[in-house]
């Protein structure tokens, strides 16, 4: 199946998928013509700051077939594969024309060792060329206490954007910039709505939301309101329905895997996916606060929530976009979305959703027999039913 015909033939989409295949493109046109791009780490950097500060947000992602001699001698090879290859590219300096900063949250344990890895080497190393760092350290529990307090961080990092960028960030661009923002994810939601009748399929769905990283928010709208549009007139996909919980998934191999073997993944709950569209903001609070309410309320990711939360969550999302099954895919070493696995499997069952765990999986596209023995007999188990 992969990406069809209709998409192809579409040219919002051909635009959206020029810009997801080229993701430096904008970044490299933002530069020249004198802006200021953010290289971004982790999925709690609010974009809606760096957005009113005229700052492009330039999300690093990983690269599996590169080499990794920056990483090896840096890092220990427990690290997950995904950030060790986006490592190697901000110490390699692969992204050194691309970023006048580089900002990481805390979304995981690991970046936050990252974090520190990259400051003592740019500190050791003063030669390497790395972006001057920001570190945005949240707390994710649900507590009134942990919610002031992220206010406050979140407001010394609206300081730290008005020093890069030279102006005050006053309150009506920041909200201008979250009603950008709120339109582009009402859009996204729309496309997963069609995504779940059929009308779009999980490859094309990664391309739909993963461009928006990579360009600006209003330009994205545009073309995904002209998607939409013709979307809705597309032939529905067939295939057992799946969602998809685990590793991020940065490129599509996966999903054209599973659509090879006659699968379509309606939702997922990793941030290259539907986590990025899920909540909007507040507007009718003051700024700060509703972007702290949105990044601490909205769907909990696989690394910073409570077991609990995350086996309410998928039970949640799988019902909602009908999935018939679930695949639990994680790359070796990434290891926190599997500890959710075993509860999240028991209550699935309670439902009548079967649940495939896929863990230790190499980093990249896998075409081995084994893999694709097993995704055949888990889809001929569902049919079965």
């Given amino acids: ?33 004198g802006k200021k791009v953010a290289g971004i780490l982790g999925w709690d950097v609010p974009e809606e700051l760096l957005m009113a500060a005229d700052i492009l947000p ?34 390699d300096g692969a ?30 190393e003063p030669e390497k060329p790395i972006p001057e760092l920001y570190f945005i350290d949240w707390l994710f529990t649900r507590f009134r206490m942990h919610q002031v307090r992220n206010e406050k961080i979140v407001g010394q990092f609206r300081e730290k954007l008005e020093a890069w960028s030279g102006k005050k960030l006053d309150d009506q661009e920041i909200l201008k910039a979250a009603d950008q923002c709120n339109r582009n994810r ?27 990283f990579y360009m600006e928010k209003d330009a994205h709208s545009v073309l995904l309101e002209d998607l939409l549009q013709e979307a809705a007139a597309w032939q529905t996909v067939s295939g057992v329905k799946l969602f998809l919980t685990g590793s991020g998934q940065e490129q599509s191999g996966f999903y054209q895997l599973l659509e090879e073997h006659g699968m379509v993944v309606v939702g997922e709950d990793h941030d290259w996916g539907d986590r990025h569209w899920n909540k909007k903001i507040d507007t009718s609070l003051e700024p700060i606060k509703g972007i702290v309410d949105r990044y601490m309320l909205r769907s909990p990711g696989t690394k910073r929530a409570f077991v609990s939360e995350r086996v309410e969550a998928i039970c949640r999302s799988a019902r909602a ?12 070493y990434d290891d926190a979305p599997s500890w959710d696995f075993p509860e999240q499997k028991k209550a699935l069952k309670e439902m009548g959703i079967p649940m495939l765990q896929l863990t230790g999986r190499p980093y990249g596209v896998e075409e081995g027999e084994s893999l694709k023995t097993k995704l055949e007999e ?3 188990s569902i049919k079965e039913v």
Avoid at 321 to 328: L, P
Wanted: glycine letters at 4%; hydrophobic letters at 40%.
């Fill in 186 to 212: 009402e859009l996204l939601e729309k496309m997963a709505a069609l995504r779940r009748e059929g009308r779009i399929n999980g490859s094309e769905a990664l391309v739909i939301i993963g461009s928006s």
């Fill in 378 to 380: 888990f889809a001929s």
């Fill in 1 to 33: 199946m992969t990406i069809r015909k209709e998409a192809l033939n579409s040219k919002a989409f051909q635009k959206l998928k020029e810009i997801y295949d080229n993701r430096e493109s904008i970044a490299r046109d933002w530069k020249a013509h």
């Fill in 95 to 124: 992204n050194a024309d691309l970023m006048d900063c580089l900002i990481i949250s805390n979304s995981t344990d690991a970046l936050v060792r990252i974090y520190y890895y990259i400051r003592e080497v740019a500190a050791l």
């Fill in 58 to 91: 330039y999300r690093i992602y990983g690269t599996p077939d590169i080499s990794m001699k920056e990483a090896d001698q840096y890092l220990e090879f427990a690290f997950p594969p995904v950030l060790r290859s986006q490592f190697e590219k901000i110490i």
């Fill in 321 to 332: 976009c009908g999935a018939e099954g679930v695949i639990a895919y994680t790359y070796l």
